[in-house]
Nanobody, 118 residues
């Protein structure tokens, strides 16, 4: 069974840091791009960051550039999102997802809650 499982969420104060992890199982994702998305209450899910196969091609949403860093391990099992200088507007459920040409974002995790208090 293919699964993506997020972890590392929590409740923090503005200015704090969190590191989210997305662990893949059930198949190899070496040829997939891995993305992070988030959904705040009452809002649509939005793109946060993506890291493409090979690790050299990375993009971020403007709202997180300079604060968030996406990475993945060499075994292509874990994708991380280091979040620094968190702001209350970063409060959301964060999801990881695996993307491939032709299927798009086919695999999604269940999400992990991040709450940032001012």
């Amino acid at each position: 069974q293919v699964q993506l499982a997020e972890s590392g969420g929590g409740s923090v104060q503005a200015g704090d840091s969190l590191r989210l992890s997305c662990t893949a199982s059930g198949r190899t994702f070496s040829t997939y791009a891995m993305g992070w998305f988030r959904q705040a209450p009452g809002k649509e899910r939005e793109f946060v960051a993506i890291i493409r196969p090979g690790g050299g091609n990375i993009d971020y949403a403007d709202s997180v550039k300079g604060r968030f860093t996406i990475s993945r391990d060499k075994a292509f099992r874990t994708t991380s999102l280091q979040m620094n200088n968190l702001k209350p507007e970063d409060t959301a459920v964060y999801y990881c997802a695996a993307w491939a040409a032709g299927t798009g974002y086919k695999y999604w995790g269940q999400g992990t809650q991040v709450t940032v208090s001012s």
